[in-house]
């Protein structure tokens, strides 16, 4: 494993952190999931963030111990190398790229279908340039685009609190509770959906070898964000159930339309904050995705041109122009539904990974006592932290589950070649 990145600035705080990791769980999730979760739980459908947080937190708090022992960009790929091997660390180093950009290009295409583009000669075209424009602000350094997350942030939840303000006007709290309408089944669904919007705790470790003091900033962002994102939704959820009379019909923009029907001002503006938010998501997935591609050259598994700093920049300039490209190629020839049907498969695949490295690297590199944050209980919370998330696929298809299996075997030709590339001959 690489020592390091030569030349990497470090420029991030613990606000910047932690607005990295709420923007990349406020995103899609909370506008557009609303329907999905009242038609599996009924007036229980608040619960299920609640639920899927329960199993997140265990999860978020291995991340927040493994984030305290790194100072380098890589995240789950440099846990699972340093926990399990080389090979291990691969195919979840090649999962949390796969996943972050698509989860980029997917997106892209929302913001392009949320301001009404789907369908229209010019939308292809307008994603990939969205995609590519991020790309550029990335390339000349991460400050850029650390600034215009805060600004998406602070924009998306603003939005998020005045349709929380105006729902609870029309609040009627007779229509919470009553029966599941789908019994258990639904209970396990909603759970299941829950774990889209939530999930994105995991990429504020991706860039700690950018940020300042990464042993107490990156531990505090990582569970931070998870549990104000989590309290948010359950509060979402639970004003939209009570106060909107079409909740349960199916819909791309179910908040957008419950706040048009308490008033065309309250509508706008939420409109502007789900913009926002799908906005600022793609721009924090611009961040975050090429330190993964960085993180896999460190380590021998992608070609090393992509673990090169720009002198200028101090950016990971290949990493983050190879990713763009693919990501604008994604963002040109699929569909939202189609690059996002297995992004819950291969984040629980790291998930689960990330948990089961904890007892493991204590026991391999045990710290000095206080020296980083420790998830507390011994082994109990990792170990539930890994059955949770293993667990949560029981929501999940057949098909997710071959798509993230096809895309962990294309990186397995990826990086048989690059190591043949760089065997010594």
Not at 71 to 77: C, F, I, L
Not at 396 to 415: D, T
Request: hydrophobic fraction near 50%; proline fraction near 6%.
């Amino acid at each position: 494993m690489a020592a390091g990145v030569v030349g990497a600035r470090r420029r991030l705080g613990l606000f910047d952190v932690l607005a990295i990791g709420v923007n990349a769980i406020v995103g899609s999730g909370v506008f557009s999931k609303p329907d999905d979760m009242q038609r599996s739980m009924g007036g229980f459908s608040a619960l299920s963030y609640l639920l899927c947080a329960l199993v997140l937190i265990p999860v978020a708090l291995c991340f927040a111990e493994l984030a305290g022992r790194e100072s380098e960009n890589g995240g789950p790929y440099l846990y699972a190398s340093h926990a399990f091997g080389r090979n291990v660390g691969f195919v979840v180093g090649w999962s949390c790229y796969l996943n972050a950009f698509i989860s980029f290009a997917a997106n892209a295409t929302q913001l392009g279908s949320m301001v009404g583009l789907e369908g229209h000669p010019a939308y292809r075209p307008i994603v990939v340039a969205i995609v590519l424009a991020l790309g550029a602000i990335n390339y000349v350094g991460i400050r850029p685009s650390a600034n215009l997350i805060h600004v998406m942030t602070v924009g998306k939840l603003l939005a998020i609190f005045l349709f929380i303000g105006a729902a609870l006007l029309h609040f009627d709290g007779s229509r919470l509770g009553g029966t599941l309408p789908a019994g258990m089944g639904g209970v396990a669904n909603g759970v299941y959906l829950a774990l889209f919007p939530l999930q994105g705790f995991e990429t504020v470790p991706v860039p700690a070898g950018e940020t300042k003091n990464p042993a107490r900033n990156v531990p505090i962002a990582t569970v931070g964000s998870l549990l104000f994102a989590a309290l948010l939704f359950v509060v979402v959820q639970a004003v939209i159930s009570a106060s909107y009379d079409d909740i349960l019909k199916e819909s791309d923009r179910p908040l957008v339309e419950a706040a048009y029907t308490f008033g065309p001002i309250v509508g706008l503006l939420v409109f502007i904050g789900s913009v926002v938010s799908v906005g600022g998501f793609t721009v924090g997935s611009a961040l975050g995705s090429p330190r993964y591609g960085q993180a896999l050259a460190d380590g021998g598994d992608l070609p090393p041109v992509m673990r090169s700093v720009h002198p200028r920049f101090g950016t990971p300039h290949v990493a983050i122009a190879a990713t763009t490209l693919i990501t604008a190629a994604l963002g040109a020839f699929f569909t939202y539904r189609e690059l996002v049907g297995f992004s819950n498969v291969t984040v629980v695949f790291q998930y689960a990974l990330t948990c089961a490295a904890v007892p493991v690297l204590r026991k391999k590199a045990p710290l000095a006592l206080g020296a980083s944050f420790r998830v507390p209980l011994g082994p109990v919370l990792p170990v539930l932290g890994a059955v949770g998330s293993v667990a949560l696929l029981s929501g999940s298809s057949l098909e997710e589950v071959a798509w993230a299996v096809g895309g962990i075997a294309l990186g397995g030709v990826v990086v048989v070649a690059t190591r043949r590339l760089l065997r010594p001959s």
